[in-house]
């Protein structure tokens, strides 16, 4: 994982230089984007009695200060171009546990593990840009 200060995002690949965003033949992309808050990923740090930096769960974007919606078809933008719909949430995977005993069980309930997205409009998204939910 590298933590970067900007990014692209296209609806046909998700973030730039992520070959897991990329959309399939025949694919919904319902997974381009991950998200995972600040606040989440602490309170299951503090759960499992560990510190370890946000980009080990391996989610593309932190958001602070941001309650993400847990209800899909929710859209999203961020920054002045960036429209993301909340597909799902994103399941936390085994590779957790090998990282702290526990933390698979503390990223499950309530959408602590995140929450998956679908690119709709993409654009060039800087740290400090504005997240909020875009009203239909």
């Known amino acids: ?13 998700g973030l730039d230089g992520d070959f897991r965003g990329r959309v399939k033949p025949g ?12 606040g989440d990923w602490a309170a299951a740090m ?9 980009q080990d769960r391996r ?3 932190l958001v602070d200060g941001f309650d993400l919606p847990q209800i899909p078809g929710t859209r ?3 920054g002045a171009d960036v429209v993301l719909e909340v597909t799902r949430h994103t399941d936390p995977c085994d590779r957790m546990d090998a990282l702290a005993p526990g ?34």
């Open 46 to 54: 503090a759960e499992v009695g560990a510190d370890l930096p946000w």
């Open 27 to 38: 694919g919904k992309g319902r997974r381009q984007v991950t998200l995972l808050e600040r």
């Open 59 to 61: 989610a593309n974007l």
């Open 76 to 78: 999203l933008r961020i």
């Open 1 to 13: 994982m590298e933590v970067l200060d900007r990014i692209g995002i296209t609806i046909e690949a």
């Open 103 to 136: 933390l698979f069980a503390a990223l499950t309930p309530d959408w602590r593990g995140g929450a998956c997205t679908r690119v709709l409009m993409g654009g060039i998204i800087a740290v400090g840009d504005e997240i909020r939910i875009q009203e239909p």
